[in-house]
């Protein structure tokens, strides 16, 4: 019998994995995959003030890019701002995690049924452990606003001429929320273009994404050879609600381990898999209890920016919430980084209440902070 078996082969047990493997070798471990590659088809980046020292050290391997700064183009307001970027691709995961883990990867391993210590996979096969983690990502149930997208991922023709991210443009048409479009550029001919809206709702209209990109790509002046890959997702942003708890040991979206506001889940991913490392014992009971706890301080530590989804979402008309980006994109640098890491100080929060209060009408924002929802 397995001490783990780690169902889902996305971001957040696949960087559990590599951990177990660097700080626990004497973990026993499976890891399963529904899929025939780890990571899905996904690309996650984060900020480097969004993660310590020594988690920056370890996930570098996996990085495909690095940049030094960003920039930020919304109505009124265009800024360089400092401090790295980085970015990893499935394609690369996939890669790095069969290369460290070895024969405990197992593809095409649909589990049909789980508990704590059981998986039954679509074959008919049961495996048991001491602890069954589940990261397959199927998120909690909560009132939310919905951060949808379509990304592609593109060879040019010719050089785009893009030094460093563009995080956001935001003075493309405002259609069905806060839209802006997205740019990472890989090489000098590879890029992934996003359409990114902040909506009320979760629907994708695919076809019309996709030709949004094409409009914004042409409109830059570059010209597609190949659409190497495309993604897509709608990531529910909370309102408010309660924090997930399971009676199994759950992990990533699943468990509520994301940024309330801005959908990066990286990092807590990567903390999440140091937290487990050090846990003494790993059985199912003890993970359980762990987890849960944890979720609920994340919970609780994510108030304030569901605080934020209620004003942007409830408060603000859809055609309006350009603005409060573009107010926000004005503070310091330093109180940015500490947004996107989920570290905001009580000064930072009344700084970032006061300097968007004259984007949304006050007795609309005030009825949305306390709505209870």
Known sequence: MKDLLLVGGGLANGLLALRLVSERP???????????????????????????????????????????????????????????????????????LRRALGARVRTASAALELSGTEVLLSGGERLKAKAVIDGRGVGPTFPAGYQKFLGQELELERPHGLSRPLLMDATVEQIDGYRFMYALPFSERRVLVEDTIY??????????????????????????????????????????????????????????????????????????????CSLPSLDADSLTNALNDRARRHWAGQSFFRLLNRMLFLGAEPSERARVFASFYGHEEPLIARFYAGRLTQADKLRALWRGAPTVPAFKAIAAALKRV
């Open 26 to 96: 004497e973990i026993d471990f499976t890891l399963l995959e529904a899929g025939a590659t780890l990571g899905g088809n996904h690309t996650w980046s984060f900020h480097g003030s969004d993660v310590s020292a020594t988690q920056l050290a370890w996930l570098a391997p996996l990085c495909v890019q690095r940049w030094q700064d960003y920039d930020v183009l919304l109505p009124g307001l265009s800024r360089t701002l400092g401090g790295t970027y980085h970015s990893i691709r499935s394609e690369e995961f996939d890669v790095a």
């Open 199 to 276: 909506s009320d709702t979760p629907e994708l209209e695919v076809e019309r994404l996709r030709e949004r990109v094409n409009r914004w790509v042409s409109a830059r002046g570059w010209v597609i050879a190949k659409v190497l890959r495309e993604e897509r997702a709608a990531l529910p942003l909370p309102l408010g609600g309660k924090a997930p708890q399971s009676n199994r040991p759950v992990i990533g979206l699943a468990g509520g381990f994301f940024h309330a506001t801005t959908g990066y889940s990286l990092p807590f991913a990567a903390e999440m898999a140091e937290f487990i």
